[in-house]
Each structure stands twice: as C-alpha cells, then as structure tokens.
C-alpha cells in the first residue's frame, strides 16, 4: 500500500458512518447474539480455534451479519476476500478463486471468501461456487436477510452451518446508543453530546432490533443539532422524533416477515382475537403490503374457518374485497378492518372444509361411481327408455320439502361428508335436519 493509498484508507475509515465506524474488530466487542457467539457456542469455540467451516448468517438488517464476518477477518489467519452479491458476477468470483488457489498452492494459506447479499446470487452464480466450497479452495461465509432454505441452493446450505441472528433487545441498542455517544475514538464523543433517557429508550424501541437504524439516527441527531447555551448538544425526545419519524417495520414481501405476518393475522381471525387481527392487518397494511393481498386472505379465511356458522362471513369478506379495489388506500383500511374483525368475532367451523377434504379423497379412492338411476337426467332422448330420472321423487312436493331418497351412489351409502358444528348457525342447520328426518341428537347430526 503506498502513501495516498493509506491516506485514502484513513480518511474513508474517519468519514464513513458512524454504524461503520463503530463496528466491533473482536468477538468480545459483538452486541447481541449471545446464542451462537456465547463463549460455550460452537461459533465463538470455531472462531477463537480458527476452525472454520463454511457458514451462512441469516437475520434481519443491522443484526450483525457483516460484523462477524469482519470480526471473523480480524482474527483468522486465513486470507479474506469480499464481493456484494448486488454489484459482483462470475468474473468477481473467479478473481477470487483464483487468488486463493494461489494462496493455497504458495503458501498453504486458506481463504475465506464473504458474499454479502448472496441471496441476490441466481442459480448458475451459486453452483459456480460449489465444487470451490466442496474441495476447500475456498471457505464460503454468506449473509442474508432472506431465508436461506428458500433462496440459498440446497446444495451450498448442505455444505455449509447455517446461523440465524436475532434482532438486538432495545437494552443492547442502549448500550450501543451510549457507546456512539461517549466513544471519542470511533463516536461521537468529541462533539460533547448527551442524550436524554427518554430519547435513548425512545429509539432503541422505534429501532426495531436494527442496530444501524438506531446509530444512524444518533448521528444525524448529533449533526444536526444546535449546541446549548451549556455547550452541549442535547438529544432529547423532540430530536430523537425527528431522526426517527417512521417506525422501522421488518416486512419484505417476498421474505419471511410477509409470511410470519400474514399468518399470525389467519391464525388471529381463525383464534378469534380481533385485536390481534387488526393489529397485524395494521403492521401489513404500514408496510405496504396490497390490499388486494389483504382481501384474499379473509375471504379465504371466512370460508374456510368460518364456514356456515356465519354464512354472512364470506358475502362480508367478498365485499370487502370488491370495495377496496374500488376505493383504495387510505379508506381501504377502514374497509378490511371491518372485515378482519367480523371474520375475528363470527362463530367458527371447519365442517365444509373437513367435507369436501373427505369427498376429494373418497372420489379418488373410488373413481367414479354410478349415480343412482332416479337422479340421472331424464330430459335427453330416449333416457326414458334407458330408465335416466325414473323414480325421482320431487322434493318440493312433500311435507317440509324433503322426502328420504338414495342420493349418493350405492356404494357410498351411509357415507358421511358434512358434520355440522355445535357453532352458530350450524346449530340451526342440526336442528332444521333433526326435524325434516327425524334424526334425534345420537343420530346422523
């Protein structure tokens, strides 16, 4: 490295972000995480020996992924490279593979190759790397805020320990607060700043578990604030509102907090937690996720655990869904509250799906048995002759509208597909049967 080189370096290390530039160099340094980096881990056992195998760190934005790999960079021997699965391609990677059969052949040194985003990678770029992984050319470290089941080749996760990282607690997010506002070295110390314990407690809550989402908004505050009349510049909660304006919500549509979310707001509706319903339709809805998304999902939902305990939840959910394609945000929300609430509190039944689960499987089971005769059509020529529709009796001209007659193929008679639950207007439908056959409570309902 020459002269302007190194000068160049320095400057940019004193320049970059504070998250940047408070970015721990040792294991002990690490916030958070203590469920695989803890001293009796595998991970921590892994680093300190210098045993690594490749690995995958999976987790949510400002958790900690490029941090231990840095960290992993600062104390192994092993020569580290890293590309950005966004910006690099083949000719990146071969760069790299390269160099560390170089590094391996001259001079017995392993590599370890850090690809941040690699979810970003498409298939051909990740098998491009496996016969590397395979024979140890390289030792792969991914990052990844999608999960890696999904979108990492098997594959590679085959070959490699997969670590999920948690979002930081708001007392860790504390502690980094304090930290970037005391550290003269590689904070903010020297601007003499303070921040008051309802500013800190403020945005280690509206951080989200996001470490750089919390420093960014102290450095910001710290820049941008006015020094007192005592020579200091105070953060306080009016400050720290305005660094912070908008919650940070952990919602990707195509990643894991789209599905998490969507189904804690099902098993809500169907749990009969309205709170709970409105709530994560609220999380969805702050996060952008479409309405027209929302609406399928409760009428799915009203058909589905609802049922005929309460008919009126699926015309609810269907109009539902019919007004806010028609209305639009903002006042959709108004709209699928109303219907995520109803679903929520209507009386539930699986009775129809249980039906037509236990129909599917029996006409696959027995293929496609006669219709009794009586019901065929009788309308086409010669079906009488051929004996189609002789013998139906017509409902509507018996008492109650109902006469007993065979309706189910032979082979399937005395089957049962639809049982009634003991919710709603189901309780009704097990009267109104009781009555017309003459079922009592130990028979057929």
Do not use: W
Not at 64 to 84: C, D, H, M, P, Y
Request: glycine share 8%.
């Amino acid at each position: 490295m020459d002269l302007f080189e190194y000068m160049r370096s320095t400057n940019m290390e004193k320049e970059s972000p504070l998250a940047s530039r408070l970015r721990p160099v040792k294991l002990e340094e690490v916030v958070g995480q203590q469920h695989i980096i803890g001293k009796d881990k595998l991970l921590y056992r892994a680093i300190k020996a210098d045993k690594l195998s490749s690995l995958i760190f999976y987790g949510p934005p400002g958790t900690g992924k490029t941090t231990l790999a840095k960290v992993i960079a600062a104390t192994t021997s092993a020569e580290f490279r890293q590309i950005n699965a966004t910006s690099a391609g083949k000719k990146d990677m071969e760069a790299v593979i390269e160099h560390a059969k170089e590094a391996g052949g001259m001079y017995g040194k392993k590599t370890i190759l850090f690809i941040d985003e690699i979810h970003r990678f498409n298939k051909g770029q990740q098998d491009y790397l496996l016969p590397f992984v395979e024979d140890g050319t390289v030792i792969l470290i991914g990052a990844t805020t999608e999960n890696p089941y999904f979108e990492v080749n098997s594959a590679l996760i085959s070959r490699s320990l997969v670590f999920q990282l948690e979002p930081l607690s708001p007392e860790e997010i504390k502690g980094l607060i304090d930290r970037a506002i005391h550290d003269e070295e590689k904070g903010m110390g020297s601007y003499n700043a303070v921040i008051d314990e309802e500013a800190a407690d403020f945005l280690a809550d509206l951080s989200g578990g996001d470490a750089r989402h919390a420093l960014n908004a102290i450095e910001l505050g710290v820049m941008t604030t006015k020094r007192s009349e005592d020579g200091l510049i105070h953060i306080t909660l009016a400050v720290a509102q305005e660094c912070i304006q908008k919650r940070t919500v952990r919602y990707d549509k195509s990643g894991d907090g789209h599905y998490d979310t969507i189904s804690a707001f099902i098993k809500s509706m169907r749990g009969s937690d309205p709170d709970a319903a409105v709530y994560y339709l609220a999380r969805m809805l702050y996060a952008g996720e479409t309405v027209t998304f929302i609406a399928r999902r409760i009428m799915i939902c009203a058909a589905e655990d609802v049922g005929i305990a309460d008919p009126m939840a699926l015309n609810v959910a269907v109009s539902a869904s019919l007004a806010v394609e028609r209305i639009g945000m903002p006042e959709a929300q108004i709209v699928l509250s109303e219907a995520a609430a109803y679903v929520a509190c209507a009386p539930k039944s699986n009775a129809c799906v249980n039906a037509i689960g236990e129909a599917m499987r029996t006409v696959s089971e027995t293929g496609s048995l006669a219709i009794p005769p009586h019901l065929q059509d009788a309308h086409y020529k010669g079906a009488a002759k051929l004996g189609r529709g002789t013998g139906y009796m017509y409902a509507h001209d018996y008492p109650d509208h109902y006469i007993e007659q065979q309706y189910l193929p032979y082979e399937l008679t005395g089957r049962e597909f639809y049982r009634p639950s003991d919710n709603g207007y189901e309780v009704k439908i097990k009267e109104h049967f009781r009555r017309i056959k003459g079922v009592d409570s130990k028979g057929k309902f």
